[in-house]
């Protein structure tokens, strides 16, 4: 999973494009809709959404401006709207503190660069299937447990049939960029967390945005230069970053105040699914039947390694 992919559940499917992790947090803006029973899977689901449809967007924007230009667009324009929202304190912090955002923001910022690499070159549902491995990786690697060999497995089935055998059908280097950005966000995962325990409300969250935004200004002003500042593009990326970025963290902050941190996983696990649907409905990116059997099987790894860490803690 821009939109892709959360310290609260490190098996989740990101976001592709990459998500924030919820639990980093940010004040909400909609607080009526909680009290329903359905309510959080609604406001997981409707993120899921927000952030495939937002990336499907990103992609129609990148003739315009590029991957890369795309990019500094969603995390600078995100950016700005986190900063003036949360108002982030910037006294009071230490070495370690700041080193933390610096490495959330770095791994916020290549994950974003890589995944709209791949979006680029392969269909949005496949970049989010491969993109996702990351954190299943990690989740397998965190268990230590003898049946997540069998999740990996799954999951491994499901990328050799996305791939036809040799991901030539694919093209290499886009399926290259999404597995280098799953990579990056399972370690977007690692320094997500370390940022909540360190900073209240979203602030951390505010920061670590900025701070990426600067790593990725200069790769878009190389790449794209004065297109950026057409107010069209401007208006795109606005879009893109309020879809991708600012709806879906706060709607899976005001999901997770009464979702467990499971089931929350379990639902990001169908975003290859959504990435799909989202590529089929706004980019006529058509799926055969063998990648719709790939992605079911990396979505079944995912949960299935969720549900193996579920039954792990309730066990203690």
Known sequence: MDSQVKEAAPAAAPAAGPQVAPAVGARPLVRSVAGHRFAPVALVVAGGLSVQFGSAVAVLLMPRAGALGVVTLRLVLAAAVLLVVCRPKVRGYGRADWGTIAAFGTAMA???????????????????????????????????????????????????LLGGGGFDRLDPAGAGFALAAGAMWAAYIVFSARTGRRFPQADGLALAMAFGAVLSLPFGIVEAGGRLLVPSTIGLGLVVALMSSVLP????????????????????????????????????????????????????????????????????
Do not use: C, H, K
């Open 110 to 160: 290549g994950m974003n660069m890589l995944f709209y690499q791949a979006a680029d070159r392969i269909p949005l549902g496949a970049a989010v299937t491969l993109e996702v491995l990351g954190p299943l990786v990690l989740s397998v690697v965190a268990s230590r447990r003898l049946v997540n060999l069998l999740w990996a497995g799954l999951a491994l089935g499901g990328v050799v």
């Open 249 to 316: 963290y706060t709607l899976e902050l005001l999901a997770l105040r009464r979702l467990p941190a499971p089931t929350f996983a379990i639902l990001m696990s169908l975003e290859p699914a959504i990435a799909a649907t989202a590529g089929f409905l706004v980019l006529s990116q058509a799926l055969s039947l063998t990648d719709a059997l790939a992605i079911a099987l990396v979505i079944a790894a995912s949960m299935g390694a969720v549900r193996t860490q579920a039954r792990r803690r309730d066990a203690r």
